[in-house]
T-cell receptor, first 111, second 115 residues
Framework: GENVEQHPSTLSVQEGDSAVIKCTYS??????FPWYKQELGKRPQLIID?????GEKKDQRIAVTLNKTAKHFSLHITETQPEDSAVYFC??????????FGDGTTLTVKP | DGGITQSPKYLFRKEGQNVTLSCEQN?????MYWYRQDPGQGLRLIYY???????QKGDIAEGYSVSREKKESFPLTVTSAQKNPTAFYLC??????????????FGQGTRLTVV
């Protein structure tokens, strides 16, 4: 089955700096890669996603890149703000099947 | 509020008891999922269902059971066979097969504690 590894497990940055979180996946057939943000005690919510026919996608301060050959994808957050502090999860999925999640990255943005 | 509702928000269970967690969605989604989240860990899949009257085991199905009698509902029963049930349980739904991949929407979660 699919295996997703996420790094780093914790990340601390100064407000205004950039943050990068990386994930690798094992199943080359996976074709959908969402990123979720989870604030303490709340539900995960989608912040950006990318499909396998696209190499990069950007939404304001957030971007995701996908390298299908290397089977890894990354989340980039620029100009970080304290409200970006949360746990971020990557996931990999094939079509409408089950998603496999990474273990999460706790991002702390220091004012 | 996202169209997917879990209840209750907090649940206490005595050892040896079965409990059922409710998950209802009005998004007309075909696929529904149950995840377990432990502190400092990611989401682990318990069961998922891609269509009514059908479901598959996830990675940690032992000690759990589900049913999918209606498209809108996917209840999870935590049985006494689950040795360490204290956790945060998340239900999710997404559009099903034949549709371009879309995100999964999560419920607010149920925090289950064994007392």
């Amino acid at each position: 089955g699919e295996n997703v590894e996420q790094h780093p497990s914790t990340l601390s940055v100064q407000e205004g700096d950039s943050a990068v979180i990386k994930c690798t996946y094992s199943d080359s057939a996976s074709n959908y890669f969402p990123w979720y943000k989870q604030e303490l005690g709340k539900r995960p919510q989608l912040i950006i996603d990318i499909r396998s026919n696209v190499g990069e996608k950007k939404d304001q301060r957030i971007a995701v890149t996908l390298n299908k050959t290397a089977k890894h994808f990354s989340l980039h957050i620029t100009e970080t703000q304290p409200e970006d502090s949360a746990v971020y999860f990557c996931a990999a999925r094939l079509n409408a099947g089950k998603s496999t999640f990474g273990d999460g990255t706790t991002l702390t943005v220091k004012p | 509020d996202g169209g997917i509702t879990q209840s209750p928000k907090y649940l206490f269970r005595k050892e040896g008891q079965n409990v059922t967690l409710s998950c209802e969605q009005n998004l007309n989604h075909d696929a529904m999922y149950w995840y377990r989240q432990d502190p400092g860990q990611g989401l682990r899949l318990i069961y998922y269902s891609q269509i009514v009257n059908d479901f598959q085991k996830g990675d940690i199905a032992e000690g759990y059971s589900v049913s999918r009698e209606k498209k809108e509902s996917f209840p999870l029963t935590v049985t006494s066979a689950q040795k360490n049930p204290t956790a945060f349980y998340l239900c999710a739904s997404s559009r099903g097969q034949g549709v371009q991949n879309t995100e999964a929407f999560f419920g607010q979660g149920t925090r289950l504690t064994v007392v």
